[in-house]
Nanobody
Framework: QVQLVESGGGLVQAGGSLTLSCAVV????????MTWYRQVPGNQRELVAT???????TYTDSVKDRFTISRDNAEYTVYLQMHSLKPEDTAVYYC?????????????WGQGIQVTVSS
C-alpha cells in the first residue's frame, strides 16, 4: 500500500516562510512526477508546483519567485519551500505523486495539510 505523508504546515505571519514535506511510503518501485496542489474551501483545487523525476519544475504564476519545489529521489520525498507568504496563500496543501507499483502507474494523494498566513 502506498501512502503520502505530509508535514510542515502551520500558522505564519505574512512575509514569513514555511517548508512543506511529503514522503511517499509503502510498496512501490519508482515515482515519476510529484506535485503540490492547494485548495481553499469553496474553490477548485489549484496546481501550485510540479517536479519531474529529472528535476524539471513548473509553477503557477502566483507563486513564481516565492516558492521552490524540490525532491529527494533517494528518500522519495518532495518539498515545497514557501517564502514571502501572503494571506492569499492560505489553503490546504496537498501533495500528489505518479507512482509506479507492480508494473502499473497510479496517482496517489496526501491527506492535506493546513497553511494559514495571517496579515
Amino acid at each position: 500500500q502506498v501512502q503520502l505523508v505530509e508535514s510542515g504546515g502551520g500558522l505564519v505571519q505574512a512575509g514569513g516562510s514555511l517548508t512543506l514535506s511529503c514522503a511517499v511510503v509503502g510498496g512501490f518501485s519508482d515515482i515519476n512526477t510529484m506535485t503540490w496542489y492547494r485548495q481553499v474551501p469553496g474553490n477548485q483545487r489549484e496546481l501550485v508546483a510540479t517536479i519531474t523525476r529529472g528535476g524539471t519544475t513548473t509553477y503557477t504564476d502566483s507563486v513564481k519567485d516565492r516558492f521552490t519545489i524540490s525532491r529527494d529521489n533517494a528518500e522519495y520525498t518532495v518539498y515545497l519551500q514557501m517564502h514571502s507568504l501572503k494571506p492569499e496563500d492560505t489553503a490546504v496543501y496537498y501533495c500528489a505523486a505518479d507512482v509506479v507499483r507492480a508494473g502499473t502507474r497510479g496517482d496517489y494523494w496526501g491527506q492535506g495539510i493546513q497553511v494559514t498566513v495571517s496579515s
